[in-house]
């Protein structure tokens, strides 16, 4: 594997592209590190995940590209580019990364506001009189 994997991952309104080439566990986002750019652990802990899921972390180099949605929404996006390139690099990582749930989409996003309502859900008090 001499060429950067590329991959694609989605999370509500955020899209993330991902390169993965051997290194020693790099993590670059927007060209800054992980530890720059995530402000949360718990966001660093779901990047990685499927690096840990599939016991590959610090094998690879990932240089990633995540534009729109906030930062847990980009860290979800992530997440699901990296278990798809993981699938690209070996096949056998796919078993691993479904099990957890990793490669699925998440596809929720939020419900439009509709008219003649003052929300997605909520709804106008009802008065008898």
């Known amino acids: ?3 950067a994997i590329h991959a694609i991952g989605k ?9 993965m080439k051997p290194g020693n566990g790099r993590i670059i986002i927007n060209r800054r590190d992980i530890d720059d750019y995530m ?3 718990t966001s660093k802990m779901v990047i990685r995940q ?3 899921v599939t016991e590959t972390n610090g094998k690879f180099d990932v240089l990633v590209n995540v534009t729109g949605g ?3 929404g980009q860290a979800g996006a992530i997440r699901h580019a990296i278990s798809r390139a993981l699938t690209l690099v070996d096949a056998d990582h796919r078993k691993p990364l479904k099990a957890a749930g990793l490669i699925t989409r998440d596809d929720r996003k939020k419900e439009r506001k509709l008219p003649g309502q003052p929300g997605a859900r909520k709804r ?5 009189r």
């Open 11 to 19: 999370r509500k309104t955020a899209i993330a592209r991902v390169w």
């Open 70 to 72: 906030g930062l847990n």
């Open 124 to 128: 106008f008090q009802y008065s008898k």
């Open 1 to 3: 594997m001499a060429k």
């Open 39 to 41: 402000i949360r652990e």
């Open 50 to 52: 499927p690096l840990d």
